[in-house]
């Protein structure tokens, strides 16, 4: 219709220059530069997640570990002597807890399901540790590598090369290495039975609000967790003295080729750099953003921090896991815990046992689950352990966030349509001008 309107404009003048004049310098006047450059196809690039307004927490979450835990925000039950929490925390969620009382001191979401990227690997280790000795030996196949997904974080490890099982768990938790964790998945029985055994781990810690996709964190749909489980899959891998070893290593003799071998460092960048820092695992994917668990010990006292998604990159995820436990050393004892860690095993409560379920979470926010392919569906990249160095990670896959609704095609359909209705009421009240001068 708009466009016969404007046919009907152009075809009832008789001096076509003149009004095509007019016209154009109407369209200039009118049309906002933004929409101009749509409609031009210039490539303008969609906010990024960081620069939307961020989601909001589900209205309904857990309360595994205290009713107060599934109340959004942030909650702390702050004594006279208290310090104030620390300003401008972006992350989404987050949580510092005793990881010898289990008492949770102050959380912000903490049962809130957000993709866990590679802190889903503690969960992998804790499963699968007790399985091999250290020094066993494996050779690695091409079959054993073919499933790791396009753009993931490797250590390196090589078909028809002979590692120790020593040496492929340190490309794991060091760094983060895909390819070490499929190797390890086959010599369990391959990915899917070692999937099948997180689900069950997860729910014998009540993490219940993991669902587990892929073994080593790399991005598919309907794969969450939350601060409060990671923190619980922390707690209980820590108490294996290999998975506590494994994630206080700053560096490692990595296999190469023939006798040579080259360092691997410790992707967690408060190791040998926070005073008391013990581990755990961090992670990044262009779907979950930045995500970090950490255990830290000061005076005997041991704290935990998760925090899942800060704003934006460059380190934050870090800078605001420091301040939370600089806050948690300075409160504790100052605090009433808002809630605890559970113990593994069923829990009673008013309601009688509960029974946890292995079905996928049916309360996902529909913008974790992105109508468009994954960025492995789509051959992108997911730019794990963001600080791996320029070997071991690729950037992440052009125009795939996973996060946030609406899309860019339609936002640009929106804003052509506008200016087009204003282009032709512009162009027909040059018209009626132009008439009047007749």
């Given at each position: 219709?708009?466009?016969?309107?404007?046919?009907?404009?152009?075809?009832?003048?008789?001096?076509?220059?003149?009004?095509?004049?007019?016209?154009?310098?109407?369209?200039?006047?009118?049309?906002?530069?933004?929409?101009?450059?749509?409609?031009?196809?210039?490539?303008?690039?969609?906010?990024?997640?960081?620069?939307?307004?961020?989601?909001?927490?589900?209205?309904?979450?857990?309360?595994?570990?205290?009713?107060?835990?599934?109340?959004?925000?942030?909650?702390?039950?702050?004594?006279?002597?208290?310090?104030?929490?620390?300003?401008?925390?972006?992350?989404?969620?987050?949580?510092?807890?005793?990881?010898?009382?289990?008492?949770?001191?102050?959380?912000?979401?903490?049962?809130?399901?957000?993709?866990?990227?590679?802190?889903?690997?503690?969960?992998?280790?804790?499963?699968?540790?007790?399985?091999?000795?250290?020094?066993?030996?494996?050779?690695?196949?091409?079959?054993?590598?073919?499933?790791?997904?396009?753009?993931?974080?490797?250590?390196?490890?090589?078909?028809?090369?002979?590692?120790?099982?020593?040496?492929?768990?340190?490309?794991?938790?060091?760094?983060?290495?895909?390819?070490?964790?499929?190797?390890?998945?086959?010599?369990?029985?391959?990915?899917?039975?070692?999937?099948?055994?997180?689900?069950?781990?997860?729910?014998?810690?009540?993490?219940?609000?993991?669902?587990?996709?892929?073994?080593?964190?790399?991005?598919?749909?309907?794969?969450?967790?939350?601060?409060?489980?990671?923190?619980?899959?922390?707690?209980?891998?820590?108490?294996?003295?290999?998975?506590?070893?494994?994630?206080?290593?700053?560096?490692?003799?990595?296999?190469?080729?023939?006798?040579?071998?080259?360092?691997?460092?410790?992707?967690?960048?408060?190791?040998?750099?926070?005073?008391?820092?013990?581990?755990?695992?961090?992670?990044?994917?262009?779907?979950?953003?930045?995500?970090?668990?950490?255990?830290?010990?000061?005076?005997?006292?041991?704290?935990?921090?998760?925090?899942?998604?800060?704003?934006?990159?460059?380190?934050?995820?870090?800078?605001?896991?420091?301040?939370?436990?600089?806050?948690?050393?300075?409160?504790?004892?100052?605090?009433?815990?808002?809630?605890?860690?559970?113990?593994?095993?069923?829990?009673?409560?008013?309601?009688?046992?509960?029974?946890?379920?292995?079905?996928?979470?049916?309360?996902?926010?529909?913008?974790?689950?992105?109508?468009?392919?994954?960025?492995?569906?789509?051959?992108?990249?997911?730019?794990?352990?963001?600080?791996?160095?320029?070997?071991?990670?690729s950037a992440p896959s052009a125009g795939v966030s996973g996060l946030g609704p609406g899309s860019g095609a339609s936002g640009g359909r929106t804003a052509l349509s506008v200016a087009l209705l204003v282009f032709v009421l512009g162009a027909w009240v040059v018209v009626a001008v132009l008439r009047r001068q007749r």
């Amino acid at each position: 219709m708009l466009r016969q309107l404007a046919r009907r404009i152009l075809l009832r003048e008789r001096r076509p220059a003149r009004i095509t004049v007019a016209l154009l310098g109407a369209a200039l006047l009118v049309v906002p530069p933004a929409a101009t450059a749509r409609a031009a196809g210039a490539d303008t690039p969609s906010p990024s997640p960081s620069e939307s307004a961020p989601p909001s927490p589900p209205a309904v979450m857990s309360a595994v570990g205290g009713e107060r835990l599934a109340q959004p925000g942030d909650q702390v039950e702050a004594g006279p002597d208290t310090p104030e929490l620390p300003e401008d925390l972006t992350a989404y969620s987050w949580m510092v807890s005793d990881a010898t009382t289990g008492e949770v001191l102050a959380a912000r979401n903490p049962h809130w399901q957000l993709p866990p990227a590679s802190t889903l690997k503690m969960l992998f280790a804790e499963v699968l540790l007790p399985r091999f000795e250290p020094t066993g030996t494996h050779t690695v196949s091409a079959e054993e590598l073919a499933g790791v997904g396009e753009g993931s974080s490797l250590v390196g490890v090589k078909e028809e090369l002979t590692y120790t099982v020593e040496d492929l768990w340190l490309g794991v938790f060091l760094r983060s290495g895909n390819d070490a964790v499929h190797v390890l998945s086959a010599m369990a029985g391959g990915v899917p039975e070692v999937v099948r055994q997180m689900q069950e781990r997860a729910i014998e810690l009540n993490a219940l609000d993991t669902h587990v996709v892929t073994p080593d964190g790399y991005d598919e749909d309907g794969q969450v967790s939350s601060a409060y489980d990671l923190t619980l899959i922390a707690r209980a891998g820590l108490q294996n003295p290999d998975f506590r070893r494994y994630a206080s290593t700053r560096t490692a003799e990595f296999p190469g080729e023939g006798d040579e071998t080259f360092e691997i460092q410790n992707t967690n960048d408060l190791l040998g750099v926070y005073e008391g820092m013990i581990g755990v695992k961090n992670g990044y994917t262009s779907n979950a953003g930045n995500t970090f668990v950490g255990a830290a010990e000061r005076d005997g006292r041991t704290l935990l921090v998760a925090v899942m998604h800060p704003e934006r990159g460059d380190g934050l995820v870090y800078d605001e896991a420091e301040a939370l436990l600089d806050w948690g050393f300075a409160a504790a004892g100052t605090v009433t815990p808002i809630g605890r860690l559970v113990e593994p095993g069923p829990q009673v409560g008013e309601a009688g046992v509960q029974v946890p379920s292995t079905a996928p979470p049916a309360s996902l926010a529909p913008w974790l689950l992105p109508a468009s392919p994954t960025p492995a569906a789509a051959g992108g990249a997911q730019a794990e352990a963001a600080d791996a160095g320029p070997e071991h990670v690729s950037a992440p896959s052009a125009g795939v966030s996973g996060l946030g609704p609406g899309s860019g095609a339609s936002g640009g359909r929106t804003a052509l349509s506008v200016a087009l209705l204003v282009f032709v009421l512009g162009a027909w009240v040059v018209v009626a001008v132009l008439r009047r001068q007749r």
